[in-house]
């Protein structure tokens, strides 16, 4: 049971606080005076605890306290009702993150919970099952003191999953900011690859425009994933190739890395980092198709995994065709690029 009682409250004990001397007049705020409810809220009081409650808020959302969660990449934010979960018994500042010294940041009349696995994880786990990667966290309360408590300790996980096989394919010219793919996955959260080429194997320079290479130039392309970890995540090239169209599956093609490894029936190609980081590093000898326009379109086939299994890079040793991909195998996107 709640009262709304604040405003005649606080005005009483305003009356009563006030002292006035011969020089100076002393005002002491009341605490629900200091609340700074917004517009839609009113300031009460819960089992003696003033706050801001909903007040004529006839409707309420389905979801818990209004649970509203943001994914991008490997950061992640939880908005909730600042005055449900006031109304229900938590105040803001006993609600925290895994972490207990990441507490929820006040934006209007809702409480945010955020991280970011590449400036502050705030206990953020990271898993794996066959099918998706999963950033997880939960927001919690501190451990309750005192004798008695009339509320329940509150846990609310949130995650942030990326599903397995996601091919596309987006052809651009070789300007020197890359093909850009933007994954839009529903609600589960999105990141970019780009397939950047560089002039040498320093990937200082880049490429810009409609650059004319000649034949048996050695190129040197970098393929990345933004907005992970790279600590964490690793991006593994499993295969790339060029068309003399913009066809990934035209019939004629010349494989330049397969299951991981250079083509053995081209020497120029070499694998300079692959499955170590978020970034991998490949080149070759430029050519032409015989019979075709001078372009040719480059693609590749890449995946994810997480470092942590140190299943994401392998040796090209061996018998390559015996080679088996890692079992770690969560998220698969094919980029393209024109030259």
């Known amino acids: 049971m709640f009262f ?169 010219t070789i300007e020197g900011i890359g093909g850009v793919i933007s994954k839009y996955l529903s609600t589960e959260g999105s990141y970019q690859i780009t397939m950047i080429p560089y002039t040498d194997a320093t990937f200082q320079f880049p490429l810009f425009g409609n650059v004319t290479l000649e034949v048996n130039h050695q190129m040197y392309i970098a393929v990345q994933v933004d907005q992970f970890d790279s600590t964490q995540i690793g991006l593994v090239l499993d295969s790339c190739w060029a068309t003399p169209f913009n066809q990934i599956d035209y019939s004629v093609r010349w494989d330049l890395i397969s299951n991981e490894c250079p083509n053995p029936n081209d020497g120029t190609v070499a694998v300079l980092q692959n499955g170590v980081s978020t970034t991998s590093y490949f080149s070759f000898r430029m050519f032409k198709f015989t019979g075709f326009s001078n372009k040719i379109y480059l693609h590749c086939q890449v995946h994810l995994c997480l470092l942590q299994t140190g299943n994401c890079a392998q040796p090209c040793t061996g018998d390559l065709s015996r080679r088996r991909r890692a079992v770690d195998f969560y998220d698969s996107a094919v980029i393209s690029m024109e030259f």
Not at 11 to 27: D, G, N, Q, W
Not at 73 to 88: H, I, K, N, P
């Open 4 to 172: 709304m009682e604040c405003p005649l409250l606080c005005l009483a004990i305003l009356l009563f606080m006030k002292t006035t001397t011969t020089t100076t007049t002393t005002t002491t705020m009341a605490p629900c005076q200091i609340l700074n409810c917004a517009l839609d809220e009113v300031r009460t009081k819960i089992n003696g605890v003033y706050g801001c409650g909903c007040g004529c808020i006839t409707t309420r959302s389905q979801n818990i306290y209004d649970a509203i969660e943001t994914c991008s990449g490997s950061t992640a934010s939880l908005s909730l009702s600042r005055c449900e979960l006031f109304e229900a018994g938590y105040s803001a500042d006993v609600l925290h993150l895994n972490d207990p010294n990441c507490k929820g940041e006040l934006q209007n009349n809702r409480l945010v919970f955020s991280f970011d696995s590449k400036v502050n994880m705030c206990g953020t786990t990271l898993e794996n099952n066959s099918t998706h990667i999963v950033f997880k966290n939960n927001v919690g309360t501190t451990d309750l003191t005192g004798e008695i408590s009339r509320t329940d300790a509150l846990n609310i996980t949130f995650s942030c999953v990326y599903p397995l096989i996601q091919n596309i394919s987006m052809p651009t």
